[in-house]
C-alpha cells in the first residue's frame, strides 16, 4: 500500500502483494552480541519497511565497516557491504545511476566520523536522497573497546587506559553545520519513538540523518542510563514536538527559554515564567540555528533531545543532475563516446 492506502501496482499490472515484516528478514544468523542494541534497531526498521508500500527490489542496504555495517546481510533487500567509512559514496553512486532506488545508509560512530568524516560530510552537503542512520554507541565494538570519535573526554578503555584526551565529535553538529535536510535523534530502549522517526526519515526526500543512541553492552554497558532508564527519562530527555513547546519533567513543568541565544531551563509557574516563554519547536525553520542549539544541549546541564531537529525541502543532487543531463543532451544531441575518445589532441605510438 502506498501513503494514500492504495494498492501498488505490480510489474505485470496487477496489485503487488502486501509485504510484512517476515518479508524483510533473510535467513542468515544475526550475529550480534546478545542485549546488543542493534537488535532494536533492525526490528524497528524490518517494521517500518512494508509499511512505506515499496517493493523490495527497489530497496539498498549500504553499509561500511563495523557491528552495524553487518545490517545488509539481516535485510532481504539489495545490499552491499562495502570498505570503512565509504558507504556514502557508493549510496550516492547507486542513487545517482538508479533514482528510483530508496538508498539506506547504516553506519557507526567510528566508521562515519573517523576515517568516513569527509564522505558523510559531502554526502549531507550535496543534499543526496540517502537514509543515514548513525548507531551511536561512543566506542569501537568490533574492535574491542578503542575509544571512537564520540566517546566522552576522559573515558578510559583500552586504547586510553587513563582517560581519552580527545574531544568529542557531536554527530548532530557536523549534520547541521553539512545542511543535512532531515536531522533526527533516537534512542534503542524506546522502540516505539525509533519506529516513529526511521518512518520520518524513509519518507523524507533529500539527505537524512539519524542517530541511534544503542547500547554496547560488552564494552561501553550503560553509556546512556543516566536519562534514557525508565525511572528517570521524563527527568532528564525532552521530546521535539514541531509547533509545541518545548516542556518536559513527570509533571510537564519544565521548559527550554532562550536568553539570547543561550539555552537555559525554567520552571513554569516560578519567578513569573508562564508557557509563553518557552521556546516552541520549529522543525521547518529554513535556518538551522535554533536547531543546532538544541543539538548542542546535553546531560547533565540540559535535558537531552528526542525526536526530529530539522525537515526542511530544497532540490535534491541526483534531481539537479539529472536536469543538467537533460539540458546538455537537448543543446548537444545524445552524445557518442567514440567520438569523444577521439576528439581533441590524439597521438599514436608505434
Same mark, same amino acid.
Given at each position: 500500500?502506498?501513503?494514500?492506502?492504495?494498492?501498488?501496482?505490480?510489474?505485470?499490472?496487477?496489485?503487488?502483494?502486501?509485504?510484512?515484516?517476515?518479508?524483510?528478514?533473510?535467513?542468515?544468523?544475526?550475529?550480534?552480541?546478545?542485549?546488543?542494541?542493534?537488535?532494536?534497531?533492525?526490528?524497528?526498521?524490518?517494521?517500518?519497511?512494508?509499511?512505506?508500500?515499496?517493493?523490495?527490489?527497489?530497496?539498498?542496504?549500504?553499509?561500511?565497516?563495523?557491528?552495524?555495517?553487518?545490517?545488509?546481510?539481516?535485510?532481504?533487500?539489495?545490499?552491499?557491504?562495502? #570498505?570503512?567509512?565509504?558507504?556514502? /559514496? $557508493? @549510496?550516492?553512486?547507486?542513487?545517482?545511476?538508479?533514482?528510483? =532506488?530508496? &538508498?539506506?545508509?547504516?553506519?557507526?560512530?567510528?566508521?562515519?566520523?573517523?576515517?568516513?568524516?569527509?564522505?558523510?560530510?559531502?554526502?549531507?552537503?550535496?543534499?543526496?536522497?540517502?537514509?543515514?542512520?548513525?548507531?551511536?554507541?561512543?566506542?569501537?565494538?568490533?574492535?574491542?573497546?578503542?575509544?571512537?570519535?564520540?566517546?566522552?573526554?576522559?573515558?578510559?578503555?583500552?586504547?586510553?587506559?587513563?582517560?581519552?584526551?580527545?574531544?568529542? #565529535?557531536?554527530?548532530?553538529?557536523? /549534520? $547541521? @553545520?553539512?545542511?543535512?535536510?532531515?536531522?533526527?535523534?533516537? =534512542?534503542? &530502549?524506546?522502540?516505539?519513538?525509533?519506529?516513529?522517526?526511521?518512518?520520518?526519515?524513509?519518507?523524507?526526500?533529500?539527505?537524512?540523518?539519524?542517530?541511534?543512541?544503542?547500547?554496547?553492552?560488552?564494552?561501553?554497558?550503560?553509556?546512556?542510563?543516566?536519562?534514557?532508564?525508565?525511572?528517570?527519562?521524563?527527568?532528564?530527555?525532552?521530546?521535539?514536538?514541531?509547533?509545541?513547546?518545548?516542556?518536559?519533567?513527570?509533571?510537564?513543568?519544565?521548559?527550554?527559554?532562550?536568553?539570547?541565544?543561550?539555552?537555559?531551563?525554567?520552571?513554569?509557574?516560578?519567578?513569573?515564567?508562564?508557557?509563553?516563554?518557552?521556546?516552541?519547536?520549529?522543525?521547518?525553520?529554513?535556518?538551522?540555528?535554533?536547531?543546532?542549539?538544541?543539538?548542542?544541549?546535553?546531560?547533565?546541564?540540559?535535558?537531552?533531545?528526542?525526536?526530529?531537529?530539522?525537515?526542511?525541502?530544497?532540490?535534491?543532487?541526483?534531481?539537479?543532475?539529472?536536469?543538467?543531463?537533460?539540458?546538455?543532451?537537448?543543446?548537444?544531441?545524445?552524445?557518442?563516446?567514440?567520438?569523444?575518445?577521439?576528439?581533441?589532441?590524439?597521438?599514436?605510438?608505434?
Amino acid at each position: 500500500m502506498n501513503e494514500n492506502g492504495q494498492a501498488i501496482e505490480g510489474a505485470n499490472g496487477h496489485a503487488a502483494v502486501k509485504l510484512t515484516r517476515k518479508d524483510f528478514q533473510t535467513d542468515q544468523e544475526v550475529r550480534w552480541c546478545p542485549g546488543c542494541g542493534d537488535y532494536s534497531i533492525l526490528a524497528q526498521v524490518q517494521k517500518v519497511m512494508p509499511e512505506l508500500g515499496i517493493p523490495k527490489e527497489k530497496i539498498v542496504f549500504i553499509s561500511g565497516i563495523g557491528c552495524s555495517s553487518r545490517f545488509p546481510y539481516y535485510m532481504n533487500t539489495y545490499g552491499f557491504h562495502t #570498505i570503512h567509512g565509504r558507504a556514502p /559514496a $557508493f @549510496a550516492t553512486g547507486v542513487k545517482v545511476a538508479n533514482p528510483d =532506488l530508496q &538508498v539506506w545508509v547504516i553506519t557507526g560512530d567510528g566508521d562515519a566520523l573517523s576515517i568516513g568524516g569527509n564522505h558523510f560530510i559531502h554526502a549531507l552537503r550535496r543534499n543526496v536522497d540517502l537514509k543515514i542512520i548513525l548507531f551511536n554507541n561512543r566506542i569501537y565494538g568490533l574492535t574491542k573497546g578503542q575509544y571512537s570519535p564520540t566517546s566522552e573526554l576522559g573515558k578510559k578503555n583500552k586504547s586510553a587506559p587513563m582517560g581519552t584526551i580527545d574531544y568529542p #565529535i557531536n554527530p548532530l553538529s557536523m /549534520a $547541521f @553545520a553539512a545542511e543535512a535536510t532531515f536531522v533526527a535523534r533516537s =534512542l534503542d &530502549v524506546d522502540p516505539k519513538h525509533l519506529s516513529t522517526i526511521v518512518d520520518r526519515l524513509a519518507k523524507h526526500k533529500g539527505s537524512g540523518f539519524l542517530e541511534v543512541y544503542q547500547n554496547c553492552n560488552i564494552f561501553n554497558d550503560g553509556a546512556f542510563k543516566l536519562y534514557s532508564d525508565r525511572e528517570v527519562k521524563e527527568d532528564r530527555m525532552i521530546p521535539l514536538e514541531h509547533g509545541k513547546p518545548l516542556v518536559f519533567g513527570k509533571n510537564k513543568d519544565r521548559g527550554i527559554r532562550l536568553n539570547g541565544v543561550t539555552p537555559e531551563v525554567v520552571t513554569i509557574g516560578e519567578n513569573g515564567v508562564t508557557l509563553d516563554d518557552i521556546l516552541v519547536h520549529n522543525e521547518h525553520a529554513p535556518e538551522p540555528n535554533l536547531s543546532y542549539i538544541l543539538g548542542r544541549m546535553q546531560y547533565p546541564e540540559f535535558p537531552v533531545p528526542m525526536g526530529v531537529f530539522r525537515a526542511v525541502e530544497r532540490p535534491t543532487y541526483e534531481e539537479m543532475l539529472a536536469g543538467q543531463i537533460s539540458a546538455a543532451i537537448q543543446t548537444k544531441g545524445a552524445g557518442d563516446l567514440e567520438k569523444l575518445l577521439n576528439s581533441g589532441e590524439t597521438w599514436f605510438i608505434n
